[in-house]
């Protein structure tokens, strides 16, 4: 990893952070990632590493077809053609792209509707292909050419063959994996010998990243798919340097621009390194680089727009041959026009506006992005080393040891999500529950696949479901009972009391659909207790400062906080929280009636889990 800054710059500012923390250690600045990188607060530029990518040419902007009448996909496909896109990619029904939509292509023909008016030989092609139906994809696109009288090397195709990352997903295969890798280098190498342009082998490490792996386990990944389809091509008759040429890697790409242009980077230097070790001198590798589904939100889509942005950049700066990015409105069904031009015109103004295509690897040289791409490497490198003694990365999905590693990633990245450590906009952090809907061609219906149960796969995720699952709910209560569930405020004290813990509650709640009702404090308790009653609302939320809530009650033995505690219980709250740490009075606080305490870094989603449940116990018995 390349050295922070040194010297009397880098003392200085040390010393102005220790002022600035008051005394605290300025190593508290250090971020770490989910592989344990250290992400320093100051680097000194660093040597540039030459990263072989793109070169300071325009990338391929491409746009994903889904629609399933081949028709309506037709008119898609020429609207995206004609306004930008020099690349498309054709999500096929069946496919994990497609999100339980996609292309309904039964034939050469549906095919040949598909493309009507495109030329073919002018766009790049990509497919998403239903798992394990590559064969079948693979004699679609060779004869593609022969049907539009073309020279096959005229045009460029990537068919997506990709039976590890299939396996992977499906938790098997429909025959034992030996079969499918033979399978895989006899359809690679038909490709090959038709002449046809492209890469037909697809080394993908989308599949990790939505199951919520690291980035080194998807830098891994993608690697060992590699080596596992050079050796069943080796094995077949088709030499490490042919077979290499034939094998083009996709990855996610997210709103962390730092990690995903590293990620980028340090790819094309792990496949370099591969590529010596097969004895072959380093090849250049085609990197297709798509917005992550990961981090798409259903609630407030519109901020997945920014979203998308900060992918889009990241791809580009980084080297991406070719970049997708995905609608703002993917997460809700499928996108319709409004949706496709936004995700077409994010590429286009950040290549024609903002020029990113003109500097080849502009990360070059900035200690940060050298230090994360040397860590990723590294990181990267050891795990394939380990998948490699492990058998390779079939046999590690058939033993479990890979899922194992991302789960524990996974489990991790949940715990921050669910603590807000890792906050959401739009969906943990500042929701908004008067958000208008957002419309669809047709409403996500993506099923549930049936795994085919010979080892657990590694399904998709998004980040911000365990949240939205909490709103539909407060949505389903308020169709049942005809208001949703809400939190009465309770402010004690002046405004300047409880005005930031109010402020921390009503984001707090309102991320689990929990409306809250605001006021602006209260005289008495007499007075919070009577606004409690008319606003309607099942719970309750203390609001204020520790020194308020410590206050003692006159005439009593308790403080402030108990004692509006068990006021607003005797008032009929169904739940009573308080904002702020439980600290050492919480014993007395919870006999008097607090359920549970709202502070950063609680376990938010058990916390509005269980307010939910109280409302609801609330409603069923007042119905």
Known sequence: MTAPASGPDRDAWLQAVTKALK???????????????????????????????????????????????????????????ENGAS??????????AARGHGIAIADAAD?????????????HLRFETAPFDGRRVAALATGLAARRSLPADALH???????????????????????????????????????????????????????GGSEAQELAFVVASAVAALRALDASGIA?????????????????????????????????????????????????????????TRRDPWVNLLRGTLGCFAGAIGGADSIGVQPFTRALGLPDAFARRLARNTQLVLMEEAHLWRVSDPAAG?????????????????????????????????????????AAVRKARDADIGRRKLPITGVSDYPHLAELPVGTLEAQTRPA???????????????????????????????????????????????????????????????GGIEAIGNDGFPTLEDLVSAFR???????????????????????????ATLAAQALKDAGAAGIYLAGRPGEGEGALRAAGIDGFAFAGCDALAFLEAAHRSAEREAEETA
Request: include cysteine; charge should be negative; aromatic fraction near 4%.
């Open 240 to 296: 490490p340097g042919r077979g290499r040429a034939l094998i083009g890697a996709t990855l996610a790409v997210d709103a962390d621009v730092f990690l995903s242009v590293a990620k980028l980077r340090a790819l094309r230097l792990l496949f370099a390194r591969m590529d010596e070790a097969c004895g072959l001198e380093p090849q250049p590798l085609a990197v297709h680089a798509e917005t992550a589904w990961r981090m798409l």
């Open 449 to 511: 696949p049936k795994p085919i149960g010979a080892f657990a796969p590694l399904a998709p995720q998004r980040a911000a479901a365990p949240f939205e699952r909490l709103r539909d709910l407060a949505d389903e209560a308020a169709l049942i009972h005809g208001a949703p569930p809400r939190v009465f405020l309770a402010n004690l004290g002046p405004v300047a009391a409880f005005t930031a813990r109010a402020t921390f509650a009503r984001s707090l709640f309102e991320a």
């Open 23 to 81: 005394g605290g250690d300025p190593a508290r600045l250090t971020a770490r990632t989910a592989d344990g990188l250290a992400i320093e607060p100051l680097y000194a530029s660093a040597d540039a590493v030459p990263v072989h990518g793109r070169g300071a040419v325009r990338w391929t902007a491409i746009q994903a077809i889904d629609i399933p009448d081949p028709e309506a996909a037709n008119r898609q496909a020429l609207a995206d053609v």
């Open 111 to 123: 095919l040949d509707i598909v493309l009507a008016g495109v030329m073919a030989d002018a766009v």
């Open 366 to 406: 900035a200690g940060g992005f050298e230090a994360l791409t040397d860590g990723l490497c590294a990181s990267a490198w050891a795990l394939f080393q380990e998948i490699e003694r492990e058998g390779g990365i079939v046999r590690a999905l058939e033993a479990g040891t890979f899922q194992a590693r991302v």
């Open 87 to 96: 690349g498309l990619t054709l999500a096929l029904s069946g496919s994990v």
């Open 534 to 560: 008319a606003s309607g609302a099942a719970l309750a939320c203390l609001c204020s400062s520790d020194e308020v809530y410590a206050i003692a009650a006159p005439e009593t033995d308790g403080t402030m």
């Open 157 to 211: 195709i990537d068919i997506g063959l990709d039976p590890v990352g299939d396996m992977a997903r499906a938790g098997g295969a429909p025959v034992d994996p030996a079969t499918l890798m033979a399978n895989l280098a006899a359809i690679a190498g038909e490709v090959a010998g038709s002449g046809l342009g492209g890469h037909p082998i697809r080394a993908d490490g989308r599949v990790v990243h939505e199951a």
